[in-house]
């Protein structure tokens, strides 16, 4: 399968964004969904997953009630609606796609998409 991620920019802080990451390849429901985050200087971290479905989604505690992921199985894509947008969310984000799995361990995706940039002014 193949991602492609957008919708990242600059931001204020208290900002939103949302970002989409659109798929192409095989049947889109049969992944589980990701999105990681980089930030300059600084590893790769889980943001959010969502089951195959959708039906279930899991967050890091530093996004949990500010950012929602969700997924539409028809246009195979998945969005990160980001709310209440501080500085330090400051980071390329990717999505991610595994086959089975589901969770928030980057090793364990199969497929990766290229990174949005978002940036936010504090």
């Known amino acids: 399968v193949q991602l492609q991620a957008s919708g990242g920019g600059l931001v204020q802080a208290g900002g939103s964004l949302r970002l989409s990451c659109a798929a192409s390849?095989?049947?889109?429901?049969?992944?589980?969904m990701g999105w990681f985050r980089q930030a300059p200087g600084k590893e790769r971290e889980f943001v959010a997953a969502?089951?195959?479905?959708?039906?279930?989604?899991y967050y890091a505690n530093s996004v949990k009630g500010r950012f929602t992921i969700s997924r539409d199985n028809a246009k195979s894509t998945v969005y990160l609606q980001m709310n209440s947008l501080k500085p330090e969310d400051t980071a390329v984000y990717y999505c991610?796609?595994?086959?089975?799995?589901?969770?928030?361990?980057?090793?364990?995706?199969?497929?990766w998409g290229q990174g949005t940039l978002v940036t936010v002014s504090s």
């Open positions: 991610a796609a595994a086959d089975s799995y589901y969770g928030r361990e980057a090793h364990k995706y199969d497929y």
């Open positions: 390849g095989r049947t889109f429901s049969s992944y589980c």
């Open positions: 969502i089951s195959w479905a959708g039906g279930s989604t």
